[in-house]
């Protein structure tokens, strides 16, 4: 083996293992019949929503959105109990305690619930009480991106775990002030394995 193809094999292998960081939740939505689409419903009443909330909610939605899978929505809606087990995937601004459910987290989080490899639901919760920015700038350094932090939840809610990747959507932590606004090939990858586009 020369010198050259021996560095052509570790840049490839470097590659290759950059986009690596996904891991899988071990449920999906490829038990529903093609074309694949997942519907949401959002509710937008109550103090403290930014005003575009919805527009933002559903620009995160059509990045993850493929041939395999699309994201789509229903009109918008407050449900009356919340959480609840119901087949309507919903996404609201609530409080959020951190605990088990929230895995530590507390300015998002989407609650799965799932039929073994069949993902049957799926809600997500942005924390009322976190200052979110909705517009197309940067925000302020204590405000978080909703579209970053919508683009991560709808991650999971594909059936996506964390990224070992730190500049992926999937990534675990973003803080306020910072965008996360656009698929990485890591969060490319992982919607590839699980939906093959």
Not at 8 to 31: K, N, P, Q, R
Request: net charge neutral; hydrophobic share 40%.
């Amino acid at each position: 083996m020369t010198w050259f193809s021996s560095l052509l094999t570790l840049i490839s292998v470097g590659w290759a293992s950059a986009a690596l960081g996904y891991e899988v939740f071990g449920a999906d939505w490829t038990h529903l019949s093609s074309p694949r689409e997942v519907r949401f419903v959002v509710c937008t009443e109550g103090k403290g929503i930014p005003v575009g909330a919805s527009a933002t909610i559903r620009a995160a939605a059509d990045l993850w959105s493929t041939n395999a899978i699309r994201i789509r929505f229903d009109p918008d809606r407050c449900l009356a109990e919340y959480p609840r087990v119901d087949n309507i995937n919903t996404i609201r601004f609530a409080a959020i305690n951190p605990g088990p459910q929230t895995d530590g987290h507390d300015n998002a989080y989407a609650y799965r619930r799932n039929d073994l490899r069949r993902m049957q639901e799926c809600d997500i919760v942005f924390n009322i009480a976190r200052h979110w920015h909705a517009g197309n700038g940067s925000p302020e350094p204590k405000q978080h991106d909703l579209l970053s932090v919508a683009l991560h939840e709808f991650g999971h809610c594909l059936g996506l775990e964390h990224s070992a990747i730190t500049n992926a959507v999937m990534s675990a932590a973003l803080p306020a002030g910072r965008t996360r606004r656009a698929l990485q090939a890591d969060d490319i990858a992982g919607r590839r394995k699980l939906y093959g586009q």
